[in-house]
């Protein structure tokens, strides 16, 4: 079963503009992280947010966790057309081997 | 290139047939996981390794399927007689276990598996 939902499925934007995606989860976490995966390829980690972090900052990407509302954020700023990927949050859950149960993902176009 | 190494990258092969994916881990990561992903979906747990040990495995994972790492360090993935399902993208994962709330987990490439 899939514990993360990442929000909207898709996203189109102008080269320059920033996107943020959501991720909404059902259960207690450990620590949450964001992946993106470009077409054919493997997953590339980008950040990860534990339980007991608000927010994040990594270059361009900013992350919050609200662990209240059990919801977290990815924003990347000043987006490039080479930003345009699959986005995937995943989240290690309480008990779990430290294993982690992905969303669906986002698909994020940026647009030159 | 994450240090994770899968071989081979893309294999195709005929129903019924066995196939092998291996996995060479980021040196000195005793965890070890794999995931099967397919088209337009994200990645799925199928098992997971501390060091040599399988602690853990999906109910995915079917009697035709097994996974081994016989030395804690690389790890197989054997799929028998393979069926048209079994078509997807097999991901290696590998982290420490230092982290008292969790740790990094990077992945490999992936290999692509097509059964025709």
């Known amino acids: 079963s899939q514990q993360g939902e990442e929000d909207p499925q898709a996203l189109s934007i102008q080269e320059g503009e920033n996107a943020t995606m959501n991720c909404s989860y059902k259960?207690?976490?450990?620590?949450l992280q964001w992946y993106r995966q470009n077409s054919g390829r493997g997953l590339v980690h980008l950040i990860l947010i534990r339980s007991n972090e608000r927010e994040k900052h990594s270059g361009r990407l900013r992350v919050t966790l609200d662990t209240s509302k059990k919801s977290s954020s990815l924003l990347i700023t000043a987006s490039r057309a080479a930003d345009t990927a699959s986005y995937f949050c995943?989240?290690?859950?309480?008990?779990?081997?430290?294993?982690?149960?992905f969303g669906k993902g986002i698909t994020l176009s940026v647009r030159p | 290139d994450t240090g994770v190494s899968q071989n081979p990258r893309h294999k195709i092969t005929k129903r019924g047939q066995n196939v092998t994916f291996r996995c060479d881990p980021i040196?000195?990561?005793?965890?070890l996981y794999w995931y099967r992903q397919t088209l337009g979906q994200g990645p799925e747990f199928l098992t997971y390794?501390?060091?040599?040990?399988?602690?853990?495995k999906s109910r995915l994972l079917s009697d035709r399927f097994s996974a081994e790492r016989p030395k804690g360090s690389f790890s197989t993935l054997e799929i028998q007689r393979t069926e048209q399902g079994d078509s997807a993208m097999y991901l290696c994962a590998t982290s420490t276990d230092r982290g008292r709330v969790g740790n990094t987990i990077y992945f490999g490439e992936g290999s692509w598996l097509t059964v025709v």
């Open positions: 040196s000195e990561h005793n965890r």
């Open positions: 995943a989240t290690d859950l309480t008990g779990a081997n430290s294993k982690l149960t």
């Open positions: 259960t207690s976490i450990n620590n």
């Open positions: 390794f501390q060091n040599e040990a399988q602690l853990e």
